[in-house]
């Protein structure tokens, strides 16, 4: 079965500091892609990053940046000198080529303060 | 475009009470979802459909019914409200085959059931 963990619940941050979400998967699929979704406040979903196994290369995209490891079966994500405006709960998912939905975690609040 | 739209946005339902929410969308995708959302609990699939006329159970898809009778509509009712069907619930849509396409998310629909 395909399981996605993101252990932090809630983190609190002042604005300019680094955080790092943490997410820790589970499959045994060799082919399968892992996304991360940002939730703000006013609750859509906005898609942030696609990876798929076969790519471990970091991605940087401004401030956000991605470490994929298999090794650790992990995809977390940084974001560098954080703003009010990253306030947002942050989903890690999962899904396998032959899927047919994506697994998510319980996701992880981010509150960035002024 | 419109992208993936949703109706109604928020509902009250008493017990016993039947509903069904209309997801459209209008970038020709072939995937639609399902999901909802529950306080620590991410989302959760409930059915999904892989092209018009077609449909699947999701993870949970107990008390709910689905129907996608045109492409760019997917219903969800609810044939008799429990107060645990009390949720958010999203639709999606994805182009090509296979949930590890990115997903499209509707705003969302707050439904409460008394």
């Known amino acids: 079965a395909q399981k996605v963990t993101q252990a932090q619940t809630e983190i609190s941050v002042v604005e300019k500091e680094d955080v790092t979400l943490d997410c820790v998967y589970e499959t045994r699929d060799t082919t399968y892609y892992l996304f991360w979704y940002k939730q703000p406040p006013s609750g859509e979903l906005v898609f942030l990053i696609r990876r798929n196994s076969f790519d471990e290369q970091n991605e940087i995209s401004g401030r956000y940046s991605w470490n994929f490891q298999k090794s650790t079966s992990s995809f977390n994500f940084t974001i560098t000198a954080s703003q009010v405006v990253d306030s947002a709960v942050y989903f890690c998912a999962l899904t396998s080529w032959a899927g047919t939905a994506l697994i998510f975690g319980k996701g992880t609040t981010l509150s960035v303060s002024s | 475009n419109a992208g993936v739209t949703q109706t109604p946005k928020f509902r009250v339902l008493k017990t016993g009470q039947s509903m069904t929410l209309l997801c459209a969308q209008d970038m020709n995708h072939e995937y639609m979802y399902w999901y909802r959302q529950d306080p620590g609990m991410g989302l959760r699939l409930i059915h999904y459909?892989?092209?018009?006329?077609?449909?699947a159970k999701g993870e949970v898809p107990d008390g709910y019914n689905v129907s996608r009778l045109k492409k760019q509509n997917f219903l969800l009712g609810l044939e008799s409200a429990a107060p645990s069907q009390t949720s958010v619930y999203f639709c999606?849509?994805?182009?090509?085959?296979?949930?590890?396409?990115?997903?499209?998310f509707g705003p969302g629909t707050r439904l409460t059931v008394l």
């Open positions: 999606a849509s994805s182009y090509g085959e296979g949930s590890y396409n990115e997903q499209f």
């Open positions: 459909s892989v092209g018009e006329g077609t449909t």
